[in-house]
């Protein structure tokens, strides 16, 4: 369970987060809101690029902000970014092991390759990481995020530029996740077909404020989430 409890974000006069509380408790749970609602910051305060000014994050009793940011990736946290973090000089296969850590022993090279053929790739995997599309490059960051005995997992965006059919494909990978490495995943996304698909639960946030949270398809039901983030009027 991702406990996220009272957490403040101020960037000066600007409050991003605003004693936002949720407990993400379904092995894939969903973040939306309208642009600047404050769901990346979200994911940076858990990463550790931002600090909250209040607060706590714990994750199976571990408190994450008492954890150096660096330290976060050894005790399992995994994350993406709108736009990849691909080395373009690797091959598919090098972009996946150095998330673990050093050595390229038997085990951790069966451990890659494993998971590039989960993700669709194993046949690429010494392709250089210059020559994919942007789906596969999607499927490469996927991998990086899977290898390395990951606790939690946070995609921020991770339907953005794909097609329908590439979009089903990576929700139907993300389903797969806590079955093949036991890790809870959040995903950001403005694909509300997306959340609605893979999503057990869903936080709805604007301005820094939780306005909904709960079963994805009641919460996409509640008249102040087509508001704030559908563009319909409260009733």
């Known amino acids: 369970m991702l406990d996220v409890r009272d957490v403040t974000v101020r960037f000066g006069g600007v409050v991003a987060l605003d004693s936002l509380s949720a407990q ?6 969903g973040v ?16 550790g690029f931002v600090a909250a000014q209040t607060g706590s994050v714990q994750q199976d009793g571990q408190n994450l902000l008492s954890i150096a940011p660096h330290r976060r990736a050894h005790w399992g946290l995994r994350r993406s ?22 050595g390229r022993g038997k085990g951790r090279m069966d451990e890659v390759m494993h998971v590039l053929d989960l993700v669709g790739l194993a046949d690429r995997a010494q392709q250089s990481a210059a020559t994919l599309n942007t789906f596969e490059r999607r499927l490469t960051d996927i991998a990086k995020c899977m290898v390395g005995s990951p606790r939690l997992i946070m995609f921020d965006e991770p339907g953005g530029s794909l097609s329908v059919e590439e979009t089903h494909t ?14 809870q995943t959040l995903v950001i996304d403005h694909d509300v077909d997306l959340i609605r698909r893979i999503c057990s639960e869903t936080l709805v946030l604007d301005f820094g404020k939780r306005i ?9 039901n509640d008249a102040k989430v087509k508001a704030a983030y559908l563009g319909t009027e409260e009733v």
């Open 24 to 29: 993400f408790t379904h092995p894939v749970s």
């Open 32 to 47: 939306i809101g309208p642009n600047g609602a404050g769901k990346t910051t979200l994911m940076n305060v858990i990463s």
């Open 212 to 220: 909904a949270f709960g079963p994805t398809d009641e919460v996409l």
């Open 81 to 102: 970014f709108q736009k990849e973090e691909i080395a373009e000089d690797l091959s598919v296969f090098d972009n996946v092991l150095v998330q673990l850590d050093h």
């Open 170 to 183: 990576l929700g139907e990978l993300i389903l797969r996740i806590h079955a093949e490495t036991g890790a």
